[in-house]
């Protein structure tokens, strides 16, 4: 069990920290990214994020939730030794971050470890990115999407579109290269819009046909190419719900690891109230359709989600805590009971 082995809790964010020790841990970061020698010295006495098959590796905690064990590299190729396999796994980790104490963070899959002996070895549980979701509190939610979405971009980017031949990646993960034809890749975020629109009492909300029965969310749509964020915005609305927007704000963003990664630029929206009547893109969307200040409240109540059983009409809920669609309903909330106070 992990218990002979030490486990060092990710750090939470502190806003307040002094900048200087910021921008030391962010010019660090760039030197093990740059520098292939000076990555591996940090992994040396650097942490693990542990995926298998890109499922990440949980712990409970004695107090019943849920967290990530950053587990000491030092610790893991001990656990190698055990299974007799070859340390140099190690090696195929990617920086993703430093702590506050200078640790560098790395993630690695174990796809190729037998998943129920790392568990044991580990004390902790595989768990699929989207329940991880659920149940991880504060930084942690970001760090492990951020961890799997380099592993994926690697596990899914081996050869170079122009030649056909491998890449290959530098130390930390930050590029792959092409020999063949000299092309360096980066990890690629695709650009995404996602609005809350509102006519001023009620948010429109719509949901998928793959989102489990009653889950809503805010309507969301890829950039094309060339497109600004307002442009892409009143063109998803006016496709997906034959809505006219009358004007939008940027509140937020996040990176969001599914299904592949995306950077979603976070608006609150509006139409006009006399301009409200939805014709849903059946295509695209199963349903959307305008909820009142009551039913969101009542939703963001639900401690977990609804069972919702076939037959029955189902009870509403909302993306987790994690998703900026969800940030998006809380931050209407408050508008809305702030402008009627
Ligand atoms: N974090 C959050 O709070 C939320 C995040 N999201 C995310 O936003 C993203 C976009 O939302 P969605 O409504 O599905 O988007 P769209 O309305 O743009 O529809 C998705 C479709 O667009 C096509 N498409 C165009 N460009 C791309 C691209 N770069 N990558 C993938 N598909 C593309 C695909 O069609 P085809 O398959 O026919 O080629 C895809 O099925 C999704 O990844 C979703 O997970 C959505 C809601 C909440
Ligand atoms: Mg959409």
Redesign the pocket.
Same mark, same amino acid.
Do not use: D
């Given at each position: 069990m992990l218990k002979s082995l030490r486990t060092l809790f990710w750090p939470k964010t502190v806003l307040t920290r002094s900048s200087s020790s910021y921008v030391a841990r962010i010019r660090y970061l760039m030197r093990l990214k740059e520098d292939d020698e000076a990555c591996l010295e940090a992994m040396r006495s650097g942490s693990l994020l542990l995926y298998h098959t890109l499922a990440p590796l949980l712990q409970k905690s004695p107090s019943g939730l849920f967290q990530l064990p950053a587990i000491n590299t030092s610790d893991f190729k001990g656990i190698l030794d055990k299974l007799g396999k070859n340390r140099a796994l190690v090696n195929e980790s990617v920086l993703i971050g430093c702590t506050e104490e200078d640790v560098a963070q790395f993630s690695l899959d174990v796809g190729a470890l037998d998943k129920s002996e790392m568990e044991r070895l580990c004390g902790g549980v595989f768990i699929d990115l989207r329940k991880a979701f659920f149940l991880l509190r504060g930084t942690e939610a970001p760090l492990v999407a951020r961890g799997q979405a380099l592993l994926r971009w690697h596990q899914t980017h081996g050869f170079c579109s122009a030649s056909g031949h491998p890449s290959f990646r530098n130390q930390s993960g930050s590029q792959r290269v092409c020999h063949s034809s000299g092309h360096t890749y980066y990890p690629k975020m #695709?650009p995404?819009v996602?609005a809350l629109v509102s006519d001023g009492s009620r948010c429109l909300l719509g949901r998928?046909a793959t989102f489990p029965r009653g889950m809503y969310?805010?309507l969301?749509?890829?950039c094309d190419m060339g497109e600004t964020i307002e442009e892409t915005l009143r063109r998803?609305i006016a496709e997906?719900v034959g809505l006219e927007l009358e004007s939008l704000r940027v509140a937020g963003s996040?990176h969001?690891p599914?299904?592949?990664s #995306?950077f979603?630029v976070a608006c609150h929206a509006t139409v006009a109230p006399s301009n409200t009547q939805v014709s849903v893109d059946l295509e695209?969307l199963e349903d959307a359709r305008w909820f009142t200040l009551q039913e969101v409240q009542e939703a963001l109540r639900l401690k977990k989600p609804p069972r919702n059983p076939e037959g029955e009409t189902p009870t509403l809920w909302l993306?987790p805590r994690y998703?900026?669609?969800?940030q998006l309903v809380r931050e209407w909330v408050q508008q809305q009971i702030g402008a009627h106070e």
């Open positions: #695709s995404v996602i998928q969310s805010a969301a749509g890829f998803e997906e996040q969001w599914f299904p592949q #995306s979603m695209e993306p998703a900026i669609a969800h």
